[in-house]
Antibody, heavy 121, light 110 residues
Protein backbone atom coordinates (compact mmCIF):
# COMPACT_ATOMS: atom_id res chain seq x y z
CA UNK A 1 0.00 0.00 0.00
CA UNK A 2 1.38 3.37 -1.05
CA UNK A 3 1.19 6.17 1.49
CA UNK A 4 2.66 9.66 1.62
CA UNK A 5 2.75 12.19 4.41
CA UNK A 6 3.80 15.81 4.26
CA UNK A 7 5.37 17.73 7.10
CA UNK A 8 6.81 21.16 7.70
CA UNK A 9 6.28 24.42 9.56
CA UNK A 10 2.75 25.72 9.89
CA UNK A 11 3.76 29.38 10.12
CA UNK A 12 6.51 31.10 8.16
CA UNK A 13 7.42 34.77 7.92
CA UNK A 14 7.53 36.65 4.61
CA UNK A 15 10.89 36.49 2.80
CA UNK A 16 11.85 33.33 4.68
CA UNK A 17 12.52 29.94 3.11
CA UNK A 18 10.04 27.07 3.43
CA UNK A 19 11.23 23.48 3.68
CA UNK A 20 8.65 20.71 3.31
CA UNK A 21 9.26 16.99 3.63
CA UNK A 22 7.29 14.18 2.03
CA UNK A 23 7.86 10.81 3.68
CA UNK A 24 6.50 7.83 1.83
CA UNK A 25 6.13 4.08 2.05
CA UNK A 26 5.01 1.30 -0.26
CA UNK A 27 7.38 2.23 -3.07
CA UNK A 28 11.00 3.17 -3.70
CA UNK A 29 12.50 6.07 -5.59
CA UNK A 30 15.18 3.62 -6.73
CA UNK A 31 12.58 1.92 -8.94
CA UNK A 32 12.47 2.89 -12.58
CA UNK A 33 9.51 5.06 -13.54
CA UNK A 34 8.71 6.19 -10.00
CA UNK A 35 8.47 9.88 -9.15
CA UNK A 36 7.12 12.16 -6.44
CA UNK A 37 5.52 15.52 -7.10
CA UNK A 38 4.35 18.53 -5.09
CA UNK A 39 1.09 20.39 -5.54
CA UNK A 40 -0.33 23.28 -3.54
CA UNK A 41 -3.75 24.83 -2.98
CA UNK A 42 -4.36 28.32 -1.56
CA UNK A 43 -7.44 28.56 0.66
CA UNK A 44 -10.57 28.38 -1.48
CA UNK A 45 -8.57 28.26 -4.70
CA UNK A 46 -7.43 25.78 -7.32
CA UNK A 47 -4.70 23.18 -7.25
CA UNK A 48 -1.34 24.28 -8.62
CA UNK A 49 1.37 21.86 -9.75
CA UNK A 50 4.78 22.84 -8.35
CA UNK A 51 7.52 20.31 -8.99
CA UNK A 52 8.39 16.65 -9.52
CA UNK A 53 11.47 14.47 -9.13
CA UNK A 54 12.04 11.20 -10.97
CA UNK A 55 13.85 8.06 -9.86
CA UNK A 56 16.82 9.04 -12.04
CA UNK A 57 17.01 12.49 -10.36
CA UNK A 58 15.46 14.27 -13.32
CA UNK A 59 13.63 17.31 -11.92
CA UNK A 60 10.75 19.34 -13.31
CA UNK A 61 9.49 22.69 -12.03
CA UNK A 62 6.52 24.94 -12.63
CA UNK A 63 7.77 27.61 -15.05
CA UNK A 64 6.26 30.40 -12.95
CA UNK A 65 7.96 29.24 -9.73
CA UNK A 66 11.14 27.66 -11.08
CA UNK A 67 13.44 30.32 -9.66
CA UNK A 68 12.13 29.79 -6.12
CA UNK A 69 11.84 25.99 -5.94
CA UNK A 70 14.27 23.16 -5.31
CA UNK A 71 13.24 19.52 -5.09
CA UNK A 72 15.54 16.79 -3.81
CA UNK A 73 15.25 13.17 -2.80
CA UNK A 74 16.74 11.00 -0.09
CA UNK A 75 16.32 7.50 -1.39
CA UNK A 76 17.62 5.78 1.71
CA UNK A 77 15.21 7.68 3.94
CA UNK A 78 12.26 7.40 1.54
CA UNK A 79 11.64 11.11 1.49
CA UNK A 80 11.44 14.03 -0.89
CA UNK A 81 12.11 17.61 0.17
CA UNK A 82 10.73 20.75 -1.44
CA UNK A 83 12.33 24.10 -0.71
CA UNK A 84 10.67 27.39 -1.60
CA UNK A 85 12.51 30.66 -1.13
CA UNK A 86 11.38 34.25 -0.58
CA UNK A 87 7.94 33.41 0.77
CA UNK A 88 5.01 35.79 0.40
CA UNK A 89 1.52 35.69 1.95
CA UNK A 90 0.19 34.46 -1.41
CA UNK A 91 2.13 31.24 -0.80
CA UNK A 92 -0.24 30.43 2.05
CA UNK A 93 -2.10 27.18 1.49
CA UNK A 94 -2.12 23.42 1.72
CA UNK A 95 0.84 21.62 0.20
CA UNK A 96 0.45 18.04 -1.06
CA UNK A 97 2.90 15.47 -2.30
CA UNK A 98 1.86 12.66 -4.64
CA UNK A 99 3.20 9.45 -6.20
CA UNK A 100 3.54 8.86 -9.90
CA UNK A 101 4.88 5.99 -11.98
CA UNK A 102 5.44 7.08 -15.56
CA UNK A 103 5.93 3.49 -16.65
CA UNK A 104 2.23 3.01 -15.84
CA UNK A 105 0.80 6.44 -16.56
CA UNK A 106 1.65 10.09 -16.23
CA UNK A 107 -0.73 10.61 -13.37
CA UNK A 108 -0.43 11.53 -9.70
CA UNK A 109 -2.37 8.56 -8.41
CA UNK A 110 -1.84 8.58 -4.64
CA UNK A 111 -1.72 11.75 -2.59
CA UNK A 112 -0.76 12.63 0.94
CA UNK A 113 -3.19 14.32 3.29
CA UNK A 114 -1.50 17.69 2.86
CA UNK A 115 0.19 20.11 5.23
CA UNK A 116 -1.01 23.65 5.82
CA UNK A 117 1.38 26.57 5.64
CA UNK A 118 0.57 30.15 6.59
CA UNK A 119 2.88 32.96 5.52
CA UNK A 120 2.46 35.91 7.85
CA UNK A 121 4.54 38.29 9.88
CA UNK B 1 1.90 27.85 -18.88
CA UNK B 2 -1.65 28.90 -18.13
CA UNK B 3 -4.12 26.91 -16.11
CA UNK B 4 -6.57 24.78 -18.03
CA UNK B 5 -10.03 26.35 -18.31
CA UNK B 6 -12.97 24.80 -16.47
CA UNK B 7 -16.43 26.20 -15.76
CA UNK B 8 -16.56 27.52 -12.18
CA UNK B 9 -19.69 25.57 -11.38
CA UNK B 10 -22.14 22.99 -12.68
CA UNK B 11 -25.21 21.50 -11.10
CA UNK B 12 -27.67 18.68 -11.59
CA UNK B 13 -30.41 16.77 -9.86
CA UNK B 14 -29.98 13.25 -8.52
CA UNK B 15 -30.11 10.73 -11.34
CA UNK B 16 -29.22 13.24 -14.02
CA UNK B 17 -25.95 13.51 -15.94
CA UNK B 18 -23.52 16.41 -15.91
CA UNK B 19 -20.45 17.12 -18.01
CA UNK B 20 -17.49 19.22 -16.94
CA UNK B 21 -15.25 20.58 -19.67
CA UNK B 22 -11.54 21.30 -19.49
CA UNK B 23 -10.01 23.37 -22.26
CA UNK B 24 -6.30 23.59 -22.87
CA UNK B 25 -4.07 24.12 -25.86
CA UNK B 26 -2.19 22.16 -28.46
CA UNK B 27 0.74 22.20 -26.03
CA UNK B 28 -1.04 20.18 -23.36
CA UNK B 29 -4.41 18.47 -23.80
CA UNK B 30 -4.13 18.59 -27.57
CA UNK B 31 -0.75 16.85 -27.57
CA UNK B 32 -1.22 13.93 -25.21
CA UNK B 33 -3.70 11.42 -23.85
CA UNK B 34 -2.30 12.25 -20.42
CA UNK B 35 -5.36 13.94 -18.96
CA UNK B 36 -6.62 13.08 -15.51
CA UNK B 37 -9.51 14.16 -13.30
CA UNK B 38 -9.62 14.54 -9.52
CA UNK B 39 -12.51 14.78 -7.08
CA UNK B 40 -12.05 16.88 -3.95
CA UNK B 41 -14.78 17.05 -1.32
CA UNK B 42 -14.35 19.96 1.12
CA UNK B 43 -11.45 19.59 3.51
CA UNK B 44 -10.01 16.48 1.88
CA UNK B 45 -7.13 15.63 -0.42
CA UNK B 46 -7.87 15.16 -4.14
CA UNK B 47 -8.83 11.68 -5.27
CA UNK B 48 -7.99 10.34 -8.73
CA UNK B 49 -11.14 9.55 -10.70
CA UNK B 50 -9.98 9.32 -14.34
CA UNK B 51 -6.52 8.95 -15.91
CA UNK B 52 -5.25 8.87 -19.49
CA UNK B 53 -8.43 10.62 -20.63
CA UNK B 54 -10.87 7.78 -20.02
CA UNK B 55 -9.46 5.14 -17.68
CA UNK B 56 -10.95 4.58 -14.23
CA UNK B 57 -8.80 3.45 -11.30
CA UNK B 58 -10.03 0.46 -9.39
CA UNK B 59 -12.92 1.37 -7.13
CA UNK B 60 -14.20 4.36 -9.12
CA UNK B 61 -17.81 3.83 -10.20
CA UNK B 62 -18.48 3.45 -13.92
CA UNK B 63 -20.83 6.42 -13.61
CA UNK B 64 -17.67 8.47 -14.11
CA UNK B 65 -16.33 8.65 -17.65
CA UNK B 66 -13.88 10.80 -19.55
CA UNK B 67 -13.25 11.81 -23.14
CA UNK B 68 -11.20 14.19 -25.22
CA UNK B 69 -11.64 16.06 -28.48
CA UNK B 70 -8.91 18.30 -29.74
CA UNK B 71 -7.78 20.63 -26.98
CA UNK B 72 -10.77 19.92 -24.72
CA UNK B 73 -11.26 17.08 -22.28
CA UNK B 74 -14.52 16.26 -20.56
CA UNK B 75 -15.67 14.45 -17.44
CA UNK B 76 -19.20 13.08 -17.44
CA UNK B 77 -20.95 11.90 -14.30
CA UNK B 78 -24.12 9.96 -14.95
CA UNK B 79 -26.74 8.95 -12.43
CA UNK B 80 -25.76 11.82 -10.14
CA UNK B 81 -25.70 11.05 -6.44
CA UNK B 82 -25.52 13.37 -3.47
CA UNK B 83 -22.06 12.00 -2.62
CA UNK B 84 -20.74 13.30 -5.98
CA UNK B 85 -20.97 16.87 -4.71
CA UNK B 86 -17.38 18.14 -4.67
CA UNK B 87 -14.83 20.19 -6.55
CA UNK B 88 -13.41 18.58 -9.68
CA UNK B 89 -10.04 19.34 -11.26
CA UNK B 90 -8.56 18.33 -14.58
CA UNK B 91 -4.83 17.90 -15.09
CA UNK B 92 -2.67 17.46 -18.16
CA UNK B 93 0.94 16.74 -19.02
CA UNK B 94 2.47 19.43 -21.23
CA UNK B 95 5.02 19.64 -24.03
CA UNK B 96 7.31 21.41 -21.58
CA UNK B 97 7.52 18.21 -19.60
CA UNK B 98 5.52 19.67 -16.73
CA UNK B 99 1.95 19.32 -15.51
CA UNK B 100 -0.89 21.83 -15.31
CA UNK B 101 -4.22 21.83 -13.46
CA UNK B 102 -7.53 23.37 -14.36
CA UNK B 103 -9.14 26.10 -12.29
CA UNK B 104 -11.61 23.67 -10.75
CA UNK B 105 -15.36 23.16 -11.04
CA UNK B 106 -17.76 23.04 -8.13
CA UNK B 107 -20.44 20.40 -8.66
CA UNK B 108 -23.69 20.96 -6.80
CA UNK B 109 -26.24 18.16 -6.57
CA UNK B 110 -29.61 19.88 -6.29
Amino acid sequence: QITLKESGPTLVKPTQTLTLTCRFSGFSLRTGGVSVGWIRQPPGKALEWLALIFWDDDKRYSPSLRSRLTITKDTSENQVVLTMTNLDPVDTGTYYCAHMNVYNSYVMDVWGQGTTVTVSS
Amino acid sequence: QSALTQPPSVSGSPGQSVTISCTGTSSDIGSYYRVSWYQQPPGTAPKLMIYEVSNRPSGVPDRFSGSKSGNTASLTISGLQAEDEADYYCNSFTRSGTWVFGGGTKLTVL
